[in-house]
């Protein structure tokens, strides 16, 4: 019971990252809070696809790190490189996103004089 | 210009669709401002040869059947290099209804940008442009891409463009948060599917749609299958514009430059786009695929109530073609949900497939009068600076040819003959009533309550008295003119002759999706 706790802690601590940056981003009205929580969430699946590809004791896919004799070669493990390299991209991605967001904080807070979304709002109906 | 040079990059078009605007999205900002229209011209140029391109993939596709194209292969139609049994490579995969797809989004990009050489004011020209390419990029390389997570890639390249073009105009408190709610909306949307793409990836262990799809269809259903489903749906019904996610689209609608809303609108079919790949092509003989069935249609029913109730009330000209936009996303959905939801069923020849060809005859059509509608209205505003449905009148003395347009983009949205939504609604109302008689009432219904305040927009701008403050304004320049004829002669075209369109492109399309067969077969 304990280790299968242990070895699914990973996706546990993912979802729940997802759960808090989803509940951020619906219940919070600081637009700069929002923004962290979508970063929150991002970072959340990036954890879960990190830990898809991970083997108990693999070691880093790099291609120049393969074992050279064939007797070590079953002994040691690659992660999986695919999911590291979406990861990558997710993360590259919501960066961007995220630094796009907090201009947008930022601009509406030049305009309105406030961070909360339900003050600073405009458009209704 | 020798023939092998034509010929390899008629084998190569599928790639060099998505890498054209890309390329010259990043060339356009290197233009200086001395050089006048420079940069437009170039952006012309380099969205008629993507739209050259995109119609060469189109014939080849309508000739010849599903086109894949592996990137980085010697060969490019050679998925499986070197005797490997699943396929790795990042491969586009382009069926009759990606073909479509992507030729709507051209053309639509093509004219917009078009009329935005004039209409659009205090246009930085070379940020403009970059975005708008980079909105075709995305466009074009989420329709054509066979790869799930390059689905992902795509998607958020167009909506940060998307975020870009909306709050364009960053003076403007509404367009900011306009910006601020699209972006926040999308990136929870993109962040669904990239769980999704996840899951599915932890449970087969592939990324290409074809292989992931046969894979899901043939080695049984596990439960992780069903939330990446549900995860994939909620993405992808949330960006589309339907109820109860609606309330970003009149804003984001309302607020960008005319020029960037007619793409945008293209934009939220590319979700609705994904949304039918995914249930049909991916799960389609999936045991739960009902479910997924009956919420499009139930979304779709709610939209098409809500989009039509709501355009009643609105004074602001652009919110309400955007709420009207919004009751016609909820035709696609119900057309397509029927289909869906008919897939097995005995009585399926009768309806579901005529349903389907409806739905996506409507896709094609709503992309092009709403992108009509947008346009004229824009061309009100820039001749007149408001866009308050109080304050405007008596506009058809000096605008006759904009009055005439913006007519033509209001019947085919109301659905009277002879505009293209006539003919894509009433093949909706006959297929869907064989599936559920009350369906087609409430898409009948709300197509006439739409009519009300699209007659209104029309009577409170063109018609009446002269009022004094308008008196000195002129018929709208002849570049943005150009533009809105272009997009008036193919809703009418496609109003006259739906048939062609229906047998040629639409029956195909619903066919590739219904056929997954022969989705696998390309690849494996």
Sequence with gaps: MTAEIIGNLPFIVSVLMIMVGLSALLFKKNMIKMAVGLSVMGSGINIFLVATCYRFGSIAPIFTNAPLSEASKAAVEMALPVPQSLTLTSIVISLAVTALMLSLAMLAYRHSGTLDSEKSRRLKG | ?524
């Design chain 2, 1 to 524: 210009m020798t023939p092998e040079f034509i010929s390899f990059i008629l084998q190569n078009a599928p790639a060099l669709c998505v890498a054209v605007p890309l390329l010259s999205a990043f060339i356009v900002p290197l233009f200086r401002k001395k050089w006048g229209k420079a940069s437009a011209a170039f952006t012309l140029i380099a969205l008629l040869l993507t739209e050259c391109l995109v119609l060469s993939v189109f014939f080849s596709v309508l000739s010849g059947g599903t086109r894949v194209y592996a990137m980085g292969a010697d060969i490019p139609e050679r998925t499986l290099p070197s005797g490997l049994s699943v396929p790795i490579r990042i491969i586009l995969q382009i069926d009759v209804l990606s073909a479509i797809m992507g030729l709507v989004g051209a053309t639509i990009a093509l004219i917009s940008v078009l009329y935005s050489v004039q209409g659009v004011r205090d246009k930085a020209d070379g940020k403009f442009f970059c975005l708008m390419l980079l909105m075709l990029t995305g466009f074009i390389g989420f329709v054509f891409t066979g790869d799930f997570f390059n689905i992902f890639v795509f998607f958020e390249i167009l909506s940060i463009s998307s975020v870009g073009l909306i709050a364009f105009w960053l003076h403007k408190q509404e367009a900011v948060e306009a910006g601020f709610k699209y972006l926040s909306i999308s990136a929870v949307a993109s962040l669904f599917v990239l769980l999704a793409i996840g899951l599915l990836y932890a449970q087969h262990g592939v990324l290409n749609i074809a292989a992931i799809s046969q894979d899901v269809m043939l080695s049984g259903f596990a439960i992780v299958d069903v939330i990446a489903l549900g995860l994939l749906a909620a993405g992808f019904l949330m960006k589309c514009g339907a109820v109860p996610m609606h309330y970003w689209v009149p804003d984001a609608y309302g607020e960008s430059p005319e020029a960037v809303t007619a793409i945008l609108a293209v934009a939220s079919q590319a979700s609705l786009y994904a949304l039918l790949r995914v249930s049909f092509t991916m799960f389609g003989s999936f045991p739960l695929i009902d479910i997924i069935a009956w919420a499009m249609i139930i979304l779709g029913a709610l939209s098409l109530f809500v989009g039509s109730t709501m355009c009643l009330r609105q004074r602001d000209l652009k919110r309400l073609i955007a709420y009207g936009g919004i009751s016609q996303t909820g035709f696609i959905l119900v057309a397509m949900g029927a289909g869906l939801a008919a897939i097995g069923h005995p009585m399926f020849a009768d309806f579901g497939l005529k349903a389907m060809e409806g739905g996506i005859f409507h896709m094609i059509n709503h992309a092009f009068y709403e992108a009509l509608l947008f346009l004229s209205a824009g061309a009100i505003i820039y001749a007149t600076g408001t866009r308050d449905l109080d304050e405007l009148g008596g506009l058809a003395r000096k605008m006759p040819l904009t009055a005439i347009l913006f007519l033509v983009g209001a019947m085919a949205m109301a659905g009277l003959p002879p505009s293209n939504g006539f003919a894509s609604k009433i093949l909706i109302y006959e297929s869907v009533y064989y599936f559920n008689p009350l369906l087609a009432v409430i898409a009948l219904v709300s197509s006439v309550i739409v009519t009300v305040p699209l007659v209104k927009a029309f009577c409170a701008v063109f018609l009446g008295p002269e009022v004094k403050k308008f008196s000195g304004i002129k018929e709208t320049p002849k570049g943005m003119l150009l533009a809105m004829f272009l997009l008036a002669a193919i809703v009418l075209l496609f109003g006259l002759f739906p048939g062609i369109i229906v047998e040629f492109v639409a029956r195909p399309a619903a066919e590739a999706l219904l056929n997954w067969n022969a989705y696998w077969g390309m690849i494996l």
